[in-house]
């Protein structure tokens, strides 16, 4: 089966850094996202990992290893306004048919002054 | 550029009942996916449009149905609604090349009593 893994919660302070994990078991590994999405809010595309290593985007950050089935999300210089939760999803392409994401339950990252 | 458009923004169902959902995607795209996500929860995959056909679908019952218009926009029709379908209704555009990112709408919020 599919399965991913994050997080329930996190908290963090102010201007700190913070790293939310993500590990999958899939078949038909085709890519990593990271997304955002506010309470009632729209998922917002953060960032986008097809190969191993680190891409980095202003004060986010994804790192992927495929062999490990891990991904993480790194907020730096947190600001209050980044409190949401975190979306990872995976894309899959089974054989012979199309990309589907296929979403974690979502990390919900709480930060304090 | 307007972004991934969704109609209405909430909704209040009965049991029973059939309701319908609009989607208009992003400008140049011509793929739309369709999420249901719970409280609490990541989005799950319902199914996804391309040219007006749909192209694949994830596990969910046959009361779900969808239809793609020639300008790429979209409905999701959910029949004999059950309590258990209330939930934030997702739509993604994407294209297929060169990353195949899919860029979500607000939602429309469906409560079935």
């Known amino acids: 089966g599919q399965n991913i893994d994050q997080p329930t919660e996190m908290t963090a302070t102010e201007g700190a850094i913070v790293q939310i994990n993500c590990t999958y078991q899939?078949?038909?590994?085709?890519?990593l996202f990271w997304y955002q999405q506010h309470a009632g809010e729209a998922p917002t595309f953060l960032s986008y990992?097809?190969?191993?290593g680190l891409e980095e985007k202003g004060r986010f950050s994804s790192f992927l290893s495929r062999s490990k089935g891990y991904s993480y999300l790194l907020l730096k210089e947190l600001q209050m306004k980044d409190s949401a939760s975190y979306l990872c999803?995976?894309?899959?392409?089974?054989?012979?048919?199309?990309?589907?994401?296929?979403f974690g339950a979502g990390t919900r990252l709480a930060v304090h002054p | 550029d307007a972004g991934v458009t969704q109609s209405p923004t909430h909704l209040i169902k009965t049991r029973g009942q059939q309701v319908t959902l609009r989607c208009s995607p992003k400008?140049?795209?011509?793929?739309v996916s369709w999420y249901q996500q719970a409280l609490g929860q990541g989005p799950q995959f319902i199914f996804q449009?391309?040219?007006?056909?749909?192209?694949q679908r994830g596990n969910f019952p046959d009361r779900f149905s969808g239809h793609q218009f020639p300008n790429y926009s979209s409905e999701l029709n959910v029949n004999a609604l059950l309590l258990g379908d209330s939930a934030l209704y997702l739509c993604?555009?994407?294209?297929?090349?060169?990353?195949?990112?899919?860029?979500f709408g607000a939602g429309t919020r469906l409560s079935v009593l």
């Open positions: 990992n097809v190969l191993d």
């Open positions: 449009y391309y040219e007006e056909e749909e192209r």
């Open positions: 899939t078949s038909g590994f085709n890519g």
């Open positions: 999803a995976v894309r899959v392409r089974p054989s012979g048919g199309y990309n589907k994401l296929i």
């Open positions: 400008s140049g795209h011509d793929t």
């Open positions: 993604a555009s994407s294209t297929d090349y060169p990353k195949n990112i899919q860029y």
